[in-house]
């Protein structure tokens, strides 16, 4: 397998089902539906008794039923049998993807493995693979069980590249693209649908090469240390294959650590800046509090000057007005329409969230319910409405900031972003040899 070691990457070899039918082989993301077993159950009738990822894999919406070791067993098993009854090919290589999506977008992307070696989640870390979100350390453990043993991995697990030039994803794609696709179809439920090349050849790893020796470059900063990628999606289960890895490590000698196939992880690798890759902030709605005493909280600590609207047209846009120089934070309570003009440069939520946090600390009597998470501006503006509520708008995510934010501050606040609906994200076709 080729590695480049400077780099933590490596192109892996890479396990697709033979006769390939991706509408009952390919599932979605198993953090994806938690709430939703509906959904889950009508993947299992797509699928029938195909072959599937689904039977690989373990659906979070699942993660608190009783049954939790009989299943893990039974995955495990299904992993063993697919690989003794011949349904994968195998070959080294990455694999270049287009996925079109149900709302007309196209993402590309870049499988290949990452060495856990180079990748750490927690706050102070200045790794070459960093997390984008909070981690939650008790949520790892649960995720250990399923992976340690595992005979197979399947990657859901999302990193983002800071790549303006496309070189490294747009640039393997070209190349990738000069033969036939290896896979091709569409997906489930009506999530659009994947095509997927192999990349393989010393044109394509010498441009792999290239391009990663461009953002190491582009990454490293005054102190010597490189940000090479930030984890978009799937950050706990990166998590837990690290602490998979770190655990097992301790039985292998030095030659065999270098090789293990546990030492690495298979992910997707996207151009933060692929226009197909939409960033959606997570509104907040604060429950049970005094909307004015926390608004001046707020503008207290973040400073700027807090301006009222009389629309819910001109409230948004003036939140949402990429021409300013600064973060601004819309606020809606009691029928007022508030926007705090502040300078902030970082990504909004990074500077509000521990500001939050603080306020109630000190004023709330159930901290945990008295602040909600809200995707959409309709909806966070309907929560704002009911009595007790102050909802707040958060401004779009801005890229150009992104690896900035991470690398000055750490991990975004948990439940900051969004990439893309639930049904744009990741969607199991490859494999990968674990234990």
């Excluded at 990454?219 to 097992?248: C, I, M, Q, R, Y």
Aim: proline share 4%.
């Amino acid at each position: 397998m080729k590695t480049f070691t400077k780099f933590g990457v490596q192109i892996p070899e890479i396990l697709l089902p033979k006769n390939i039918d991706l509408k009952t082989w390919s599932v979605i993301a198993c953090d994806q539906y938690t709430q939703d077993k509906e959904y889950w159950a009508e993947a299992a009738k797509t699928a029938g008794k195909n072959p599937s990822t689904l039977n690989l894999i373990y659906p979070e919406v699942y993660l608190n039923e009783s049954d939790k070791d009989e299943r893990i067993a039974k995955i495990q098993k299904t992993m063993k049998e697919y690989l003794s009854d011949g349904i994968f090919e195998e070959s080294e290589e990455a694999i270049y993807i287009e996925r079109k999506t149900e709302y007309g977008r196209m993402r590309k992307g870049l499988v290949i493995a990452i060495d856990l070696e180079k990748y750490e989640w927690k706050p102070e870390s200045k790794a070459f693979i960093r997390a984008t979100e909070a981690t939650v350390p008790e949520r790892i453990p649960p995720r250990m069980k399923i992976r340690n043993g595992a005979a197979l991995e399947l990657p859901h697990i999302m990193l983002l590249a800071n790549d303006e030039s496309d070189a490294l994803v747009g640039g393997t794609g070209k190349i990738a693209k000069e033969n036939a696709p290896v896979y091709e179809g569409e997906l489930m439920h009506n999530s659009g649908s994947i095509t997927g090349w192999k990349v393989c050849g010393e044109k394509a790893e010498k441009n792999i090469e290239s391009a990663l020796e461009s953002l190491m470059q582009k990454g490293t900063g005054k102190d010597g240390n490189t940000f090479l990628f930030a984890v978009g999606d799937g950050n706990h289960s990166l998590a837990t294959a690290k602490a998979v890895w770190d655990e097992h490590k301790k039985t292998l000698s030095d030659a065999e650590k270098a090789s293990s196939p546990v030492r690495f992880a298979l992910v997707e690798i996207v151009n933060i800046y692929d226009e197909g890759l939409t960033f959606e902030p997570i509104h907040r709605v604060i429950f049970n509090q005094d909307a004015d005493k926390l608004i001046a909280f707020v503008k207290e600590n973040l400073g700027g000057e807090v301006k009222e609207f009389t629309s819910e047209k001109e409230w948004a846009e003036s939140v949402g007005d990429k021409n300013v120089g600064g973060a601004r934070y819309g606020f809606f309570a009691n029928g007022k329409y508030r926007v705090l003009e502040t300078s902030i440069t970082d990504l909004a939520i990074a500077a509000l969230q521990p500001v939050l946090d603080k306020f109630l600390e000190a004023n709330s009597k159930d901290k945990k319910n008295d602040i909600d998470y809200i995707h959409g501006t309709e909806d966070v503006v309907k929560l704002g409405k009911q009595p007790n509520a102050l909802s707040i708008l958060l401004p779009p995510i801005a890229k150009d900031s992104f690896f900035q934010t991470i690398n000055g501050r750490g991990p975004l606040p948990r439940k900051s972003f969004s990439m893309g609906e639930a049904s744009e994200k990741r969607f199991y076709v490859e494999a990968r040899k674990l234990f």
